[in-house]
């Protein structure tokens, strides 16, 4: 009997779905769950075999933690994005969430009705876990319903809070009458009254900007993983990739996120980091 030629370490079984292909696509990829964000209904699920967890309770659990950040990041949709950050696809109330949990790596994200979760195991570095995260999403994009949230068999949506009614007791008679003096706030002297301006931030000075230019520099020749370390410098610190390509549109409080994000990723102080450029 001719014995049948071995698989290729990573390539799909033939005759694989769609979100198995994805998951033996990446290295590290532990599962795959998309799901509806209303009533949790599964999608597409893959989940890699001897796990010991199957997809219901990866999506009960996953459901209720992407219902809980977005109520929450309701409460901060005041924040507004500055020219130095990347707003990102959505808003604030959809938000992309990433768990990082010994172990493991989760990316949560929306995509139309419902989530697709992706989760990798704790040695993959960070900027290839939102890389595929996000190129397995965009893939399965075309194959998920561009229906509502409001699921039909009538269950309503879970994405948007009950809105919040704040109930002012009417004052008695006597309350009412009796109305307390006026009073001037007094604010202590040792303080400072912080008003933020509407305006982009300053542009950095041609130092900052220098300094910039070699830390990039020395990322690129010193930290792990060079052929990422800009995404990954990029990612920690909130700044669009492109962006760094051209440090001189960067604002002045950039320098100090660049070089937060350099000493995570070196493993540096601030004081050793600047005595290296």
Known sequence: MTARPARPKGAPPAGASLVEQLALSA?????????????????????????????????????????????????????????????????????????????????????????????????????????????????????????????????PAVSAPPPTVNVVSKPQPDEADHEEPARTLAFPTGGAVVVRSSR???????????RATKLLAYLDAHAPDPHVVRLRVALRAGIKPLALDHPESLGADAMVLLETAAEDILGIDRAEL???I
Not at 200 to 210: L, S, Y
């Open 27 to 155: 290295d590290g990829v532990e599962a795959i769950v998309a799901f509806h964000i209303a009533d949790g209904k599964i999608h597409a699920a893959w989940i890699r075999p001897g796990s010991g967890y199957t997809a219901g309770a990866v999506t009960q659990s996953l459901r209720e933690v992407y219902k809980t950040s977005q109520v929450h990041a309701r409460r901060l949709d005041f924040l507004a994005p500055t020219p130095m950050l990347d707003p990102g696809p959505a808003d604030l109330s959809d938000p992309l969430i990433t768990l990082e949990m010994p172990g493991r790596v989760i990316v949560i994200r929306r995509v139309h009705g419902h989530v697709v979760a992706v989760s990798f195991d704790g040695t993959v570095p960070l900027g290839f876990v939102r890389y595929h995260a996000a190129r397995i999403a965009m893939t399965l994009r075309p194959e998920l319903p561009q229906d509502s949230i409001t699921p039909p068999s009538g269950v």
């Open 200 to 210: 982009p931030p300053p542009r950095g000075t041609k130092v900052e900007i220098d």
């Open 274 to 276: 600047r005595s290296k």
